[in-house]
């Protein structure tokens, strides 16, 4: 068994290392319009709580940063879903999108320009947002989100 340990070792490390420089593959042409039609799909599933449409853009492990908050799973979509339910209707954009991909996975950053409306009262709120992505042979599908809203503008006083 000692003497095994040592091969074990070298072919943990051997594996590591061929994985860490093994043969990188390029992206698609088509990766930062698909990457972003992802994330506007997102949301187009969130504005209608359409969970099934959410499950065709996401991971079975997804999982969200939003609000000084984690969300696993459903908890983001069920999160709106309330919030809908008590009137609230939010909107969002994915605009200044910069995608970083390979054939296997995606970065996204992206401002998000949207508002809030709750009881007739609408206000503009801009987030700064990520996610990453994972390809699963023919669609990317979102794996981590994570979102921070950007502080309103104070009025400057003289």
């Known amino acids: 068994m000692i003497k095994r340990f040592p091969s074990v070792i ?40 359409d969970l099934a ?41 994915v605009t200044q999108p910069k995608v970083e991909a390979d054939c296997r996975r995606a970065l996204i950053t992206f401002v998000n320009v949207g508002s809030i409306t709750m009881k007739g009262k609408t206000q503009p709120i801009t987030w700064l947002e990520a996610a990453e992505l994972h390809r699963d042979g023919k669609h990317w599908r979102i794996h981590f989100f994570t979102s921070a809203r950007v502080p309103a503008q104070k009025p400057v006083t003289k």
């Open 53 to 93: 449409a959410f499950h065709a853009v996401t991971t079975p492990d997804f999982y969200a940063f939003d609000g000084g908050q984690r969300f696993d799973g459903d908890a983001l979509m069920n999160m709106v879903k309330s919030a809908h339910a008590e009137g609230t209707r939010i909107e969002w954009s």
């Open 10 to 49: 070298a072919l943990v490390l051997l594996s590591t290392l061929a994985h860490a420089t093994g043969s990188t593959c390029k992206a698609l042409a088509s990766a930062d319009a698909d990457v972003t039609a992802t994330l506007r799909a997102m949301y187009a599933a969130a504005r209608t709580d």
